[in-house]
């Protein structure tokens, strides 16, 4: 069954970095696009990147563009986010899924990222 497995986040300073991991089982990884997603207190789930199944289309949110970094490593069924430059409006539970203009109706468990000084 498909699976997403989310790791890395933590408590951080503005202005700070955090690399996240999406470890991802169930289906053939290399033939999906991989997303971030973020749903912070009280709001809905946004998107925050994408990246194509071969890694070389990505997008992101206004919010973190040149800050935040999608990667992917096929080999190993894992996804990044590398997060530089962090803000207190980052604050949020990050969750990993597959697909592009569609994802899969499964859900991690997710990584909280707390950013506060």
């Known amino acids: 069954q498909v699976q997403f497995v989310e790791s890395g986040g933590g408590l951080v300073q503005p202005g700070g970095s955090l690399r996240l991991s999406c470890a991802a089982s169930?289906?053939?990884?290399?033939?999906?696009?991989m997303l971030w997603y973020r749903q912070a207190p009280g709001k809905e789930r946004e998107l925050v990147a994408r990246?194509?199944?071969?890694?070389?289309?990505?997008d992101y949110a206004e919010s973190v563009k040149g800050r935040f970094t999608i990667s992917r490593d096929n080999a190993k069924n894992t996804a990044y986010l590398q997060m530089n430059s962090l803000k207190l409006e980052d604050t949020a539970v990050y969750y990993c899924n597959a697909g592009w203009s569609n994802v899969f109706g499964v859900w991690g468990q997710g990584t909280q990222v707390t950013v506060s000084s």
């Open positions: 169930g289906f053939t990884f290399s033939s999906y696009g």
């Open positions: 990246i194509s199944a071969g890694g070389i289309t990505s």
